[in-house]
C-alpha cells in the first residue's frame, strides 16, 4: 500500500486505473499535433529569419554611413544611455567603404579626427551631430572573403 497521511489507496488499483486509461487512449492524436508543430515550424522560421535579416539600421548612426546591401548584423548593443556598438559582416571592399564613408561624415559637417597611430585604411575616427566620438574599425577579411566592421559610439 502506498502510505499518505490524508489519504491511503492500495497501489494495484491505481496502476490497474492508469494502465485502463492508456490503454484507451486513441494516440493517433499526438500524430496529427506533431504534424502540425512540424508544419508551423517550417513555415514560421524561414520568416523569421527573414525579419531577423531586414534589421532597421541603428537610429544613432549617421545617415552618411550608407551601410552595404550584402551587410550580416552580427550585433547592435546599447549600454546605458550614451554607449552604442554595432558591427556587422560585409563581401564588400572595406577600403572604398571607408573611404566613401569619411568623405561622407566630412560632407555631412562631422569632424574627422585622425591621430598619428591610426592605421588610415582600417579605422575612422569621428564626432559631431549628437556623436561625442566614433570609431569604425575594419577587422582583417575571413576565409570565407567577409570582412567584419564594427562602429562603437558615446553618444551625447
Known amino acids: 500500500m502506498i502510505m499518505n497521511p490524508h489519504l491511503t489507496v492500495p497501489a494495484a488499483p491505481v496502476c490497474a486505473f492508469f494502465n485502463f486509461i492508456f490503454q484507451q487512449?486513441?494516440?493517433?492524436?499526438?500524430?496529427?499535433?506533431?504534424?502540425?508543430?512540424a508544419v508551423a515550424a517550417c513555415l514560421v522560421l524561414p520568416l523569421a529569419m527573414t525579419l531577423q535579416a531586414d534589421e532597421p539600421r541603428p537610429n544613432w548612426l549617421p545617415e552618411a554611413i550608407e551601410l552595404p546591401a550584402d551587410n550580416d548584423v552580427l550585433m547592435d548593443r546599447s549600454i546605458g544611455s550614451s554607449l552604442r556598438m554595432f558591427s556587422f559582416s560585409t563581401e564588400h571592399n572595406t577600403k572604398t567603404l571607408l573611404e566613401d564613408w569619411e568623405e561622407a561624415l566630412r560632407?555631412?559637417?562631422?569632424?574627422?579626427?585622425?591621430?598619428?597611430?591610426?592605421?588610415?585604411?582600417?579605422?575612422?575616427?569621428?564626432?559631431?551631430?549628437?556623436?561625442?566620438?566614433?570609431?569604425?574599425?575594419?577587422?582583417?577579411?575571413?576565409?570565407?572573403?567577409r570582412s567584419t566592421i564594427e562602429i562603437d559610439a558615446t553618444l551625447q
Do not use: H, M
Request: net charge neutral; aromatic share 8%; hydrophobic share 40%.
Open 107 to 145: 560632407l555631412a559637417g562631422y569632424s574627422i579626427n585622425q591621430t598619428k597611430g591610426d592605421v588610415l585604411e582600417t579605422a575612422i575616427e569621428f564626432s559631431g551631430q549628437g556623436i561625442n566620438n566614433a570609431k569604425i574599425v575594419v577587422a582583417p577579411a575571413s576565409a570565407d572573403g
Open 25 to 37: 487512449l486513441d494516440w493517433r492524436w499526438l500524430k496529427g499535433t506533431l504534424r502540425n508543430i
